[in-house]
T-cell receptor
């Protein structure tokens, strides 16, 4: 399974945009890029996913590099409720997610 | 909207006992996944089922078994419990629209404590 690399932690001020990077240099052509987040003591929550084009939904935006070797999850205005561990996962339909270490996002009031 | 239901939410067992965790997927979801998350660790995939058949297997100990029933709910059976089995166990469900696109919906988890 292809691997992802994320920074261990990041900080952001409340109501400012946050850019969470993910490197996936060994991504294959059929791998989708999925993002999840996990709040303390809760199950992971789906955020967004994409294949090649940038994607937007009500929670976030996903910017995918042209060579697909990296992507960035963008939270447009961070709130205290966005403090969580964010996971970038490559999914090729093999029925399972391989979670990496994720990025722990701290939002400062 | 209906979510994934897991029961029980908390379970305390002693070493060498058995435990059964249950997962009720979102209606019309045909795929169920089980993950284990130890303290301070990331979720680790255990096993998955698609249309009641095992579809993939991860780092699941031989002491554990699981199945998916005709109503699509799933049960994770754990025997000869060890202290190291103490963890959060998540179930996730998904509807199979095609490869790579269907996101997984996770339940709230069962916190198992082995003493």
């Amino acid at each position: 399974d292809a691997k992802t690399t994320q920074p261990n932690s990041m900080e952001s001020n409340e109501e400012e945009p946050v850019h969470l990077p993910c490197n996936h240099s060994t991504i294959s052509g059929t791998d989708y890029i999925h993002w999840y987040r996990q709040l303390p003591s809760q199950g992971p929550e789906y955020v967004i996913h994409g294949l090649t084009s940038n994607v937007n939904n009500r929670m976030a935006s996903l910017a995918i590099a042209e060579d697909r070797k990296s992507s960035t999850l963008i939270l447009h205005r961070a709130t205290l409720r966005d403090a969580a561990v964010y996971y970038c996962i490559l999914f090729s339909g093999t029925y399972k997610y391989i979670f990496g270490t994720g990025t722990r996002l701290k939002v400062l009031a | 909207a209906a979510g994934v239901i897991q029961s029980p939410r908390h379970l305390i067992k002693e070493k060498r006992e058995t435990a059964t965790l249950k997962c009720y997927p979102i209606p019309r979801h045909d795929t169920v996944y089980w993950y284990q998350q130890g303290p301070g660790q990331d979720p680790q995939f255990l096993i998955s089922f698609y249309e009641k058949m095992q579809s993939d297997k991860g780092s699941i100990p031989d002491r554990f078994s699981a199945q998916q029933f005709s109503d699509y709910h799933s049960e994770l059976n754990m025997s000869s419990l060890e202290l190291g089995d103490s963890a959060l166990y998540f179930c996730a469900s998904r509807r199979e629209p095609g490869q790579g696109q269907g996101e997984q919906y996770f339940g709230p988890g069962t916190r198992l404590t082995v003493t």
